[in-house]
């Protein structure tokens, strides 16, 4: 059963850290997606990269956000520094865009809270 | 205005019955509609995919789409406890042959009551 796998689950930091979350799409796919949800905004598209390539990153703060692909099986998105407004769950999507849909695959999520 | 808005819940129904979950959108580009459905502490997944006009069953689910009025539901026959989640809409105005970027609605949550 394929599936996207997020690490860590859950992350507990204090502001001013350096956070890095990792993501491994599955395997085949394409394309892969980071978003990060709260309560008030929802789900947000923070980039996304097709064939590791960076497509658009425009939903992420340049000033503190990046995010790689380094591999195919490895996509990662990094905090520095970390401030507390940054807690949410941010979760990874893969696709491959095969049989004419857009449907996405989402992990199960890092819940970040900055303390 | 977002560019996809949904009714912001929550929403809580008796067992049996029958839901309604709607989203407008303004961006006349989108082409392709989703509803997705997410469970507490886990990520979203897809419920149903629509593309254009038009209504599409699967069970006791059916997504219908007005392209002309700007607004998408979903709706939810005989409901079970087990449908108690977020559903979030979502669209793309894809046109190639690779995954496109959706635009999500900021979900609802419903809670079926046995």
């Known amino acids: 059963d394929a599936r996207v796998t997020q690490t860590p689950r859950h992350k507990v930091t204090e502001m001013g850290q350096e956070v890095t979350m990792r993501c491994q799409p599955i395997l085949g796919h394409n394309t892969v997606f980071w978003y990060r949800q709260t309560m008030m905004q929802g789900l947000e598209l923070l980039a996304y990269?097709?064939?590791?390539?960076?497509?658009?990153d425009s939903g992420m703060p340049k000033d503190r956000f990046s995010a790689e692909m380094p591999d195919a099986t490895l996509a990662t998105l990094k905090i520095q520094p970390s401030e507390p407004r940054d807690s949410a769950v941010y979760f990874c999507?893969?696709?491959?865009?095969?049989?004419?849909?857009?449907?996405?695959?989402f992990g199960p999520g890092t819940r970040l809270t900055v303390l | 205005q977002k560019e996809v808005e949904q009714d912001p819940g929550p929403l809580s129904v008796p067992e049996g019955a029958i839901v309604s979950l709607n989203c407008t959108y303004s961006n006349s580009a989108f082409q392709y509609f989703m509803w997705y459905r997410q469970y507490s502490r886990k990520g979203p997944e897809l419920l149903m995919y629509t593309y254009s006009s038009g209504n599409k069953e699967d069970g006791r689910f059916t997504a219908q789409v007005d392209k002309s009025s700007k607004y998408i539901s979903l709706f939810i026959r005989d409901s079970q406890p087990s449908d108690s989640a977020t559903y979030l809409c979502a669209m793309s105005a894809r046109v190639s042959g690779a995954n496109s970027k959706l635009t999500f609605g900021k979900g609802i949550t419903l809670s079926v009551r046995p």
């Open positions: 999507a893969s696709g491959s865009g095969q049989g004419g849909t857009d449907t996405q695959y």
């Open positions: 990269f097709r064939n590791r390539a960076p497509l658009d």
